[in-house]
């Protein structure tokens, strides 16, 4: 294992905490777990660092090109310890260092511009943008880089600096990213703490922050909602989804189906826009469970560095017990397990790629969110029927319909209730698209030129215009 840069976080005090391996189950490392009262020190040097980071948009840019070439050069030591301590496959660690480098490019070369307001008054009204001050974010443990670069790209590109907690589940990978960064870029623009809670409340709710961006669980996003209320800081709020995928009856199940398996199986399901639930028509029913079961009984399951895995063990324990007890209970309300069902027979997190037929639409599986590689199939015989089950949950990140009728397809994902719909596909994101979960799966706007302004205020001059 590569050894963990120094990174810029204050020093600890000694105090450290375990990180276990999911693929064994066994401690592997250890994290600084930094104390709430250090906060107090890093934001100040937070702020202190913005007021020359956010003079000189050009110097900034050439700053995060400069992040990016170096984080992309750490990629063979990043790509094993993210897999190391989150459990995913080698390949999938490396793209989210590519996606994490791809992100500081397309943020690092946009312009916010400034807008002359002309209303035929005899004035001159000029909005321009400015940066917020030390931003706060804090992440989840599913795609730890990927989702961390998600906040700092963009906050650092309007030119805030950032202070970042990773999951206590993660926090390695992070950490060392970090210091690859604050390489390049002057010091305490971006800081990373490690920590346990209350480190991450204390951060949300802390008075010098101006903005927090937080991405995980509704009971977590609305406890950081409560904290920022305390200094009135804008609140970013990337929450939980519940995805529905909508076959249509022209679908082409096999055409489609490995295409389907993966928006729901990646990661170990353990992704926000996961496909999570599967509404098939009642004429295709048992040809789409089939589809789906027969990828599950041949997908290679195995620790993420051993060549061939294709699916790796959940992140953690607490994950692994939560899908265990949401697939129980399907059972327990009637549904069959078609593969899958059970934990694997091995040490570590691992789970049975799971599929699941006649699941009671009202059993948890179908409600909330598993996070894990547990897919329910229903069945239905209108259109409309499927289109409101879709729309029965309080979640609202995406949504997908299947057909061969493009157009008909794109008609019904228009009836869709979320942030983003897809046709024949799911989960797929381009840097330049805005992201926003409705209902309780989000709050605010990330990606794109949305994400950056989202990290910025308007300042308006107004003034006469000469005579
Ligand atoms: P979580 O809410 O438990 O934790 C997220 C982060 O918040 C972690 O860093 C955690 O340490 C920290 N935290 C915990 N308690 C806190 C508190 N009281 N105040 C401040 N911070 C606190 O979520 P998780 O289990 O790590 O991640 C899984 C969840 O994340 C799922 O619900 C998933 O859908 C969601 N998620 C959403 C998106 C999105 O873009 N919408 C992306 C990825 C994951």
Known sequence: MPAIPPGRAPATRGER???????????????????????????????????????????????LLAAADAVEAAGSDLAPLLTREQGKPLAESYAEIARAAARLRYFAALDPGTEKITDGRPVRTEVRWRSLGPVAAIVPWNFPLQLASAKFAPALAAGNTMVLKPSPFTPLATRMLGSVISAALPENVLTIVTGREPLGARLASHSGIRHVTFTGSIPTGRAVAEGAAASLARVTLELGGNDAAIL????????????????????????????????????????????????????????????????GPLSNAPQLARVEDCTAQALADGARAVVGGHRLERPGYFYAPTVLADVPSASRVVTQEQFGPVLPVLPYESLDEAVTAANSTGFGLGGSVWGTDLDRAEAVADRLECGTAWINHHAELSLAQPFAGIKESGVGVAGGPWGLYGNLRPFVVHRPEEA
């Open 248 to 311: 249509l009856d022209d679908v082409d199940v096999e055409g489609v189906a490995e295409r389907l398996f993966w928006a729901a199986f990646r990661n170990c399901g353990q992704v926000c826009m996961a496909v999570k639930r599967v509404y098939a028509p009642a004429r295709l029913y048992s040809q789409v469970v089939e589809a789906l079961a027969e990828r599950a009984r041949t997908v290679v399951v195995g620790a993420g560095l051993e060549p061939g895995s294709q699916l």
């Open 17 to 63: 905490f375990t990180v276990l391996d999911p693929a064994t189950g066994e401690a592997f490392d250890e994290a600084p777990d930094q104390r709430p009262d250090e906060l107090d020190a890093v934001v100040e040097r937070a702020r202190e660092a913005w007021i020359g980071w956010r003079a000189d948009p050009p110097a900034r840019s050439k700053a």
